[in-house]
Antibody
Framework: EVQLVESGGGLVKPGGSLRLSCAASGFTFSDAWMSWVRQAPGKALEWVGRIKSKSDGGTIDYAAPVKGRFTISRDDSKNTLYLQMSSLKTEDTAVYYC?????????????WGQGTLVTVSS | NFMLTQPHSVSESPGKTVTISCTRSSGSIASNYVQWYQQRPGSAPTTVIYADNQRPSGVPDRFSGSLDSSSNSASLTISGLKTEDEADYYCQSYDSSNPWVFGGGTRLTVL
């Protein structure tokens, strides 16, 4: 069974930093493309960024609103995905979900974690 | 960049069939796979359709996905509606420049 468990959320002041983690199990983590997706209260899903598997180049891409402030990384030896967030703004307040994209041939199948809440407020 | 447009809300009665559309603004809907996610109130999203029309294990065959090239759209169809299907549904696709693009979500009410 695929499991993705996020941690590290909490309350942080504007301008502050926070690091989220996502512990993965039940699939070959090193082969998966991992993403962070967020959802502000009452709003739609918003993609934050993605890191490909090392075998596919390990490329990292970010959404425009977070580029230069957020950093995604992965530790395949620990089956863990990270999101380092800095220069946080009130508009970054959201539930942050970790997702894994497992490729079945050329077909992408996504699994989701339960999410962790980040609140940016003074 | 392209956008995916969904209706804000749909409603239907239990036992009926409902279809939710997802229209791509530019580029062919068939050029990249479309995924559909279900998000029940207070819960994380889960995948109900991937690769246009594939169901993950455990998703009932009441859920189906399709593409319509003439309208450049994807559709999620749920038949035999149950009250447990009441949720927000999001479509998602991508291209070489945009790794993940979400639709704005559709609130399904089963009344």
């Amino acid at each position: 069974e695929v499991q993705l468990v996020e941690s590290g959320g909490g309350l942080v002041k504007p301008g502050g930093s926070l690091r989220l983690s996502c512990a993965a199990s039940g699939f070959t983590f090193s082969d998966a493309w991992m993403s962070w997706v967020r959802q502000a209260p009452g709003k739609a899903l918003e993609w934050v960024g993605r890191i490909k598997s090392k075998s596919d180049g390990g490329t990292i891409d970010y959404a425009a609103p977070v580029k230069g402030r957020f950093t995604i990384s992965r530790d395949d030896s620990k089956n863990t995905l990270y999101l380092q967030m800095s220069s946080l703004k009130t508009e970054d307040t959201a539930v942050y979900y970790c997702t894994s994209r497992v490729w079945s041939g050329y077909s992408p199948l996504d699994y989701w974690g339960q999410g962790t809440l980040v609140t940016v407020s003074s | 960049n392209f956008m995916l447009t969904q209706p804000h809300s749909v409603s239907e009665s239990p036992g009926k069939t409902v279809t939710i559309s997802c229209t791509r603004s530019s580029g062919s809907i068939a050029s990249n796979y479309v995924q559909w996610y279900q998000q029940r109130p207070g819960s994380a999203p889960t995948t109900v359709i991937y690769a246009d029309n594939q169901r993950p294990s455990g998703v009932p065959d009441r859920f189906s996905g399709s593409l319509d090239s003439s309208s450049n759209s994807a559709s999620l169809t749920i038949s035999g509606l149950k009250t447990e299907d009441e949720a927000d549904y999001y479509c998602q696709s991508y291209d070489s420049s945009n790794p993940w693009v979400f639709g704005g979500g559709t609130r399904l009410t089963v009344l």
